[in-house]
């Protein structure tokens, strides 16, 4: 009797071992980083699939959060282009187009030279390299909020359409900017483990 209840015992404890492990070896990863964002539920789910390779290193997260940013952004600027060749705009909300894929460009343009310094953080610069990454990353947001403003006629279905898909991006880069910065409170020294 008392072999089986070490046995149970020896069994219970090995299951929950390996449940914390598993636990910690995925999903709390990502909601560790995410704690810090303003969007946590898109920020879980756009990352999700980092958790295993970024674990609990903040360089690797804002990496990664700057990434998934471009990526959306990409697509939000494809979609924008397409829109631009179609006649279905006129006017003012065919002017407002181009002026946002100029917009959208500029940021991109802003999120590749984030990601860029990212990927070559330094204990020596790091400081500096923190400075230009957020300026850019601000930038970012400035450059989809001046899109977002530009359009009007808010009821045609493009336009809504468009509207959420510039919105999005604009979350994204929020939380880029979070991680970012909780990058730059940890310091230098997170970039051992990169």
Same mark, same amino acid.
Request: hydrophobic letters at 40%; aromatic letters at 4%.
């Given at each position: 009797? !008392?072999?089986?209840?070490?046995?149970?015992?020896?069994?219970?404890? @090995?299951? $929950? %071992?390996? /449940?914390?492990?598993?636990?910690?070896?995925?999903?709390?990863?990502? =909601?560790?980083?995410?704690?810090? !964002?303003?969007?946590?539920?898109?920020?879980?789910? @756009? +990352?999700?699939?980092?958790? =295993? $390779?970024?674990? *609990?290193?903040?360089?690797?997260?804002?990496?990664?959060?700057?990434?998934? /940013?471009?990526?959306?952004?990409?697509?939000? !600027?494809?979609? +924008?282009?397409?829109?631009?060749?179609?006649?279905?705009?006129?006017?003012?909300?065919?002017?407002?187009? +181009?002026? #946002?894929?100029? #917009?959208?460009? *500029?940021?991109?343009?802003?999120?590749?030279?984030?990601?860029?310094?990212?990927?070559?953080?330094? @204990?020596?610069?790091?400081?500096?390299?923190?400075?230009?990454?957020? /300026?850019? +990353?601000?930038?970012?947001?400035?450059?989809?909020? $001046? %899109?977002? *403003?530009?359009?009007?006629?808010?009821?045609?279905?493009?336009?809504?359409?468009?509207?959420?898909?510039?919105?999005?991006?604009?979350?994204?880069?929020?939380?880029?900017?979070?991680?970012?910065?909780?990058?730059?409170? /940890?310091?230098?020294?997170?970039?051992?483990?990169?």
């Amino acid at each position: 009797m !008392t072999n089986n209840l070490m046995l149970v015992l020896a069994c219970l404890t @090995s299951l $929950t %071992c390996s /449940t914390m492990c598993l636990s910690k070896g995925g999903e709390s990863y990502v =909601r560790d980083a995410c704690s810090v !964002t303003r969007y946590q539920d898109l920020c879980l789910h @756009s +990352l999700a699939s980092f958790s =295993r $390779t970024a674990k *609990d290193n903040p360089s690797k997260w804002a990496r990664a959060g700057v990434s998934v /940013t471009i990526s959306q952004a990409k697509g939000v !600027t494809q979609f +924008l282009l397409k829109l631009r060749k179609s006649n279905f705009l006129k006017g003012k909300s065919r002017v407002a187009i +181009l002026d #946002c894929v100029e #917009c959208l460009q *500029d940021a991109l343009d802003n999120l590749h030279n984030s990601l860029g310094v990212l990927r070559k953080l330094s @204990s020596q610069a790091f400081n500096d390299q923190m400075g230009d990454v957020t /300026t850019w +990353l601000s930038a970012a947001l400035t450059d989809e909020d $001046t %899109c977002l *403003d530009g359009l009007e006629d808010k009821k045609r279905k493009q336009v809504k359409l468009l509207l959420n898909k510039v919105t999005n991006v604009s979350y994204m880069t929020s939380n880029a900017l979070a991680l970012v910065n909780k990058l730059a409170t /940890t310091g230098p020294q997170c970039l051992e483990n990169s």
